[in-house]
């Protein structure tokens, strides 16, 4: 799990301390910095990799990923109070080597890009349980697992696989029967199709492209273990208002029986559907965790929730949320009237 991290000198990040809870949203304006926190943490995770390898890290596009504003000269990155400095030529850890229990990608920590893959008809088959940054061997992960039972504390419905779970939260998040086959057609290869309300086997091709996408979510987080890190980018591409509402409440279920999950969103009814779920004790306030970030220039904003599900800050005043966000269109409401 990673309890807390600390930047310094990278990109526009000049001096961040930022302690995660199990639901952490990141969200702000475009071009701020957000997808620059997860990227520290996944070099923190690469680096972590190769010293366990006895292999050195070096980072090769150092000019690119240094804050430029400050003409840093190194960079720091400490997950969990280690700390690994990095400068154009070579990494240094604080500690003799990193945490052996800390999670690396694939092994505790699962990263799916905003950049993942849409709809396939075809999926690639492969005997390794990967994700793969853009979620391309997902459906082949749901493949080798789908007749498993998942954790015990993640089962929300009587059946305890993989497949049957995934088919609840896929129903019950999009609001229509529907369910996932996947069939092997060759060595490499395998065909995905829907059982969708009374049609027996549907095209991912011919289905919303939110479909897919919400499907990859789904089996990454269920595939998860208590005490593991899922870290998603944009999880509301492609879905109607009301099925990023109801995504907040499987993130909420997720996080609450153990499994961290990190979001990085737009998505005003994601949050909003938190907050709500915090309002009905379906989560406890101190397990959610928001940071916004308002410029490319100025630090995240820590901001967490009450047992009533409103904002507050740090240290447990009340307070709205920062300007420009959710009230971007309230000044047109108003006049309309």
Known sequence: MIKNIQIRGFKCLDDENIHFGMLNIITGLNSTGKSS???????????TEYS???????????????????????????????????????SKWEQASPNSSF???DQGLYYL?????????????????????????LFNLFDLYKSQPIEVSLQKTKIQTLSQNLDYWLSEILGVRIELTSQVVTST???????FDELPAVSPLHLGAGVSYLAKILILCLYSKPGEVVVIENPEIHLHPAAQS????????????????????????LINRVRYE????????????????????NPFQKIELNEHGRYISESGDPMQFPSGFFDSTLTE?????
Not at 67 to 75: F, G, H, Q, T, V
Not at 120 to 137: H, T, Y
Not at 333 to 337: A, F, Q, V
């Open 113 to 137: 890009s905003e950049n993942r893959s849409g709809p396939e008809e075809l999926a690639k088959r492969i005997k390794n349980p990967m994700v793969g940054d853009d979620g391309c061997f």
């Open 52 to 90: 366990r390898n006895g292999k050195p890290f070096i980072l090769t596009n150092f000019d690119e990923m240094r804050n430029k504003y400050l003409n840093s000269r190194e960079l720091l990155i400490s997950v969990n109070d280690n700390s690994l400095l990095l400068t154009s030529d070579e």
């Open 189 to 195: 290869n395998l065909k995905i199709s829907y059982k």
């Open 103 to 105: 999670p690396t990608k």
């Open 37 to 47: 926190l997860i990227q520290a943490l996944l070099f923190y995770c690469e680096a």
């Open 246 to 269: 109801r995504l907040g409440v499987f993130f909420c279920w997720i996080a609450k029986v153990g499994v961290q999950i990190i979001l990085e969103t737009h998505c005003e009814h």
């Open 333 to 337: 409401l108003l006049e309309i009237g």
């Open 278 to 297: 915090t309002y009905s004790k379906n989560i406890t306030a101190e397990k959610v965790k928001l940071f916004y970030k308002s410029s490319h220039r």
